[in-house]
């Protein structure tokens, strides 16, 4: 268990329960994002995301759970992600414990692995859930999309006293649309389940404002910290793996060298040759 600090940014190298029962205060975080492993059988460098059965996958995330709301603030928010399988484990234990306001559906253009004999994943469950459902940040201006019916068609609304044209802007659904990160993308990092920038962006901006704490107990790339940190919130991050921690230290806290070793974005190989090598160019640009 090591931990690095740098003006309001901490980052915990080791497991997320033992550092969130010993390393974290009652009370004290505003907003936590949860990304877990998904007891998939994903492989995060030396970890294997396998539990012996869904049953024990959830008594094992119940303890963190447990742990995320001890140190969530009465007017805290968190948003939880898991696998479409296992959610309804979790959200099951949440709701007796928390107010879920929203389950929103993150939804993307292409499926992991293409599936030839069963309907291919395209999203995965998000839970929005606070600690007190009459008092909680949402900053809805901050998050406005483009409202496509009405305005962008012109119409009228009759339905009030002064007819009124459609507003052009409104409060996001909770179906979300986001490009899952792929290789050629510029945040790219190397790493089996990195989220995408806007997703976070959406979620601190809406759930936290400047100077809050924002606290990420499964960090992989580090991304919540990295776009919390931009938006002027305090971070608080763990992860178990070395090789993902290296990531955090040059992403969040803007170290060169770690261990003697330069940090560096990895280095991409994206030129793309003619002929021959077309078919399969395009057969790796499908699959990213
Ligand atoms: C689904 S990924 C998180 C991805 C992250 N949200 C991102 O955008 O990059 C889960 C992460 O949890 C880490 N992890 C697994 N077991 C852990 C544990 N017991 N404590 C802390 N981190 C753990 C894995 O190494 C992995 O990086």
Redesign the pocket.
């Given at each position: 268990m090591k931990q690095y600090n740098s003006n309001g940014h901490i980052i915990h190298h080791?497991?997320?329960?033992e550092i969130l029962r010993s390393k974290i205060g009652d009370a004290s975080v505003d907003l936590i994002f949860v990304?877990?492993?998904?007891n998939i059988g994903k492989k995060?460098?030396q970890?294997e995301?396998r539990w012996s059965s869904d049953i024990e996958y959830a008594k094992w995330a119940y303890k963190w759970i447990d742990e995320c709301i001890r140190v969530l603030k009465p007017a805290g928010t968190m948003y939880l992600m898991t696998s479409t399988q296992a959610m309804p484990y979790l959200d099951l234990y949440i709701r007796e414990r928390l107010a879920v306001l929203s389950r929103i559906i993150w939804s993307y253009d292409s499926s992991g692995v293409q599936a030839k004999k069963y309907y291919g994943s395209l999203y995965e469950p998000i839970l929005h859930c606070v600690k007190n459902s009459n008092s909680y940040p949402f900053n809805a201006d901050e998050i406005l999309v483009e409202a496509k019916t009405g305005a962008k068609r012109k119409l009228i609304d009759y339905r009030g006293n002064t007819p009124k044209p459609y507003k052009t802007k409104k409060v996001p659904g909770n179906v979300w649309n986001f490009p899952r990160v792929r290789y050629r993308m510029g945040e790219y990092e190397k790493?089996p389940?990195?989220?995408p920038e806007a997703l976070l962006d959406r979620i601190i901006r809406a759930s936290s404002n400047k100077g809050d704490t924002v606290l990420?107990?499964?960090?992989?790339?580090?991304?919540?910290s990295a776009v919390a940190k931009a938006l002027g919130r305090n971070t608080i991050s763990?992860?178990?793996?070395e090789e993902?921690l290296r990531i955090g230290l040059r992403r969040v806290l803007e170290l060169d060298e770690y261990q003697g070793e330069r940090l560096e974005m990895p280095k991409k190989n994206t030129k793309i040759r003619n002929g021959r090598k077309t078919k399969q160019k395009e057969r790796i640009l499908k699959i990213l």
């Amino acid at each position: 268990m090591k931990q690095y600090n740098s003006n309001g940014h901490i980052i915990h190298h080791g497991d997320a329960i033992e550092i969130l029962r010993s390393k974290i205060g009652d009370a004290s975080v505003d907003l936590i994002f949860v990304d877990p492993p998904y007891n998939i059988g994903k492989k995060f460098s030396q970890f294997e995301d396998r539990w012996s059965s869904d049953i024990e996958y959830a008594k094992w995330a119940y303890k963190w759970i447990d742990e995320c709301i001890r140190v969530l603030k009465p007017a805290g928010t968190m948003y939880l992600m898991t696998s479409t399988q296992a959610m309804p484990y979790l959200d099951l234990y949440i709701r007796e414990r928390l107010a879920v306001l929203s389950r929103i559906i993150w939804s993307y253009d292409s499926s992991g692995v293409q599936a030839k004999k069963y309907y291919g994943s395209l999203y995965e469950p998000i839970l929005h859930c606070v600690k007190n459902s009459n008092s909680y940040p949402f900053n809805a201006d901050e998050i406005l999309v483009e409202a496509k019916t009405g305005a962008k068609r012109k119409l009228i609304d009759y339905r009030g006293n002064t007819p009124k044209p459609y507003k052009t802007k409104k409060v996001p659904g909770n179906v979300w649309n986001f490009p899952r990160v792929r290789y050629r993308m510029g945040e790219y990092e190397k790493h089996p389940s990195q989220k995408p920038e806007a997703l976070l962006d959406r979620i601190i901006r809406a759930s936290s404002n400047k100077g809050d704490t924002v606290l990420d107990p499964f960090s992989g790339t580090f991304t919540t910290s990295a776009v919390a940190k931009a938006l002027g919130r305090n971070t608080i991050s763990i992860e178990s793996q070395e090789e993902y921690l290296r990531i955090g230290l040059r992403r969040v806290l803007e170290l060169d060298e770690y261990q003697g070793e330069r940090l560096e974005m990895p280095k991409k190989n994206t030129k793309i040759r003619n002929g021959r090598k077309t078919k399969q160019k395009e057969r790796i640009l499908k699959i990213l």
